[in-house]
């Protein structure tokens, strides 16, 4: 067994670093990683990305998001909270489960003086409340387990980047369901630092598997760690065109009048748009600003964009080009 400690805090390149532990070092039959992300959303492979953040706010506060390979829900990180990832060449549903591998967790609260459990189908709580949220891929018979544990994060920001859109969407993606969540911190009779927390997290670790050393990334390695996070993580089309058909509906009322808005969206492109509201202009036909927007990405930059080639107070009188793609998308 062995074991990495990832000092990046970059998230697209973390989650690039995962996925290669996963998919490349195959001759290594377990693989613990222990990593830190500065703020951001990572959302579930099979998930809506626009469905699970509230736009505006992560878009204000500079919050990352990046889409990983394992399914489950969208959860928060910041520099304060610890990842811990387990590689394994076990197949699913032979002697694995969730709890096996959090266990190490929950035996380091222990020796922390700290209890913890493990409840419902992936969870670790202490006194009924979520501080660590699991999930798994699989992959040619080998396993990934990754748990996100709340140490110290900030949960106020949390609870705002996480808070669902006022937006009315439909979608067959999974859907993230929200816990009662705390800090680790809390808990702690003796007070440490997140840092401090993973060494002792990695002591755990190296008293269960004593065999276990450290393994260190050749620079070709590195190399293709990076390539990867330019080609997948880092980009819009894996963050957020991954993600699946839906159909929105948008209310905005503004001075010069109310618009509301139908959308289909697929791989986060516009496919299909329709405008009612109490808005007018000298143009009545819609036809030309709906066919101008289809086809457009489903963001704020890209809507403005393929508004602002058009005459738009021709349909939308009194509307600025700000509040005509709020409108539309946030």
């Known amino acids: 067994?062995?074991?990495?400690?990832?000092?990046?805090?970059?998230?697209?390149?973390?989650?690039?670093?995962?996925?290669?532990?996963?998919?490349?070092?195959l001759q290594h039959d377990k693989i613990f990683i222990l990593w830190i992300n500065e703020p951001a959303i990572i959302v579930g492979k099979h998930q809506n990305t626009i469905e699970?953040?509230?736009?505006k706010?992560?878009?204000?506060?500079?919050?990352?998001?990046?889409?990983?390979?394992?399914?489950?829900?969208?959860?928060?990180?910041?520099?304060?909270?610890l990842n811990y990832t387990i590689i394994s060449n076990e197949d699913k549903g032979n002697e694995f489960d969730f709890k096996?591998?959090?266990?190490?967790?929950?035996?380091?609260?222990?020796?922390?003086?700290?209890?913890?459990?493990f409840t419902g189908r992936n969870d670790i709580v202490i006194d009924g409340k979520k501080i660590c949220g699991n999930a798994q891929a699989y992959f040619k018979g080998r396993v990934m387990h990754h748990g996100c544990i709340l140490f110290d994060t900030d949960l106020s920001v949390l609870a705002k980047a996480l808070k669902a859109p006022k937006d009315k969407i439909v979608s067959k993606s999974t859907k993230s369901v929200r816990s009662a969540v705390d800090n680790i911190l809390n808990h702690l009779p003796e007070?440490?630092?997140?840092?401090?927390?993973?060494?002792?997290?990695?002591?755990?670790?190296?008293?269960?598997?004593?065999?276990?050393?450290?393994?260190?990334?050749?620079?070709?390695?590195?190399?293709?760690?990076?390539?990867?996070?330019?080609?997948?993580?880092?980009?819009?089309?894996?963050?957020?065109g991954n993600s699946p058909k839906f159909d929105i509906e948008r209310n905005s009322r503004f001075q010069a009048g109310k618009i509301?808005?139908?959308?289909?969206?697929?791989?986060?492109?516009?496919?299909?748009?329709?405008?009612?509201?109490?808005?007018?202009?000298?143009?009545?036909?819609?036809?030309?600003?709906?066919?101008?927007?289809?086809?457009?990405?489903?963001?704020?930059?890209?809507?403005?964009?393929?508004?602002?080639k058009l005459d738009y107070n021709s349909w939308f009188a009194g509307f600025t080009l700000d509040e005509l793609t709020e409108a539309i998308v946030e």
Not at 52 to 55: G, K, L, Y
């Open 52 to 55: 699970e953040i509230n736009s």
């Open 1 to 25: 067994m062995i074991y990495i400690v990832n000092k990046s805090t970059k998230p697209d390149y973390n989650i690039a670093l995962e996925e290669y532990c996963f998919k490349k070092l």
């Open 100 to 117: 096996t591998f959090s266990q190490p967790v929950i035996d380091t609260l222990g020796g922390l003086g700290v209890k913890a459990e």
């Open 260 to 308: 509301q808005i139908f959308a289909n969206i697929a791989n986060s492109h516009i496919k299909e748009i329709h405008f009612f509201g109490t808005f007018f202009g000298n143009n009545s036909d819609l036809s030309e600003v709906r066919n101008a927007l289809i086809g457009t990405q489903y963001t704020p930059e890209a809507v403005r964009e393929s508004l602002s």
């Open 57 to 81: 706010y992560v878009k204000e506060n500079g919050i990352h998001v990046v889409r990983r390979i394992s399914g489950g829900g969208a959860v928060y990180h910041d520099l304060n909270n």
């Open 191 to 240: 007070k440490i630092s997140v840092h401090q927390f993973a060494d002792k997290l990695l002591e755990q670790m190296k008293s269960e598997f004593p065999e276990i050393s450290e393994y260190k990334f050749s620079k070709t390695e590195l190399a293709e760690i990076e390539a990867t996070r330019a080609s997948k993580f880092g980009t819009w089309e894996w963050n957020y």
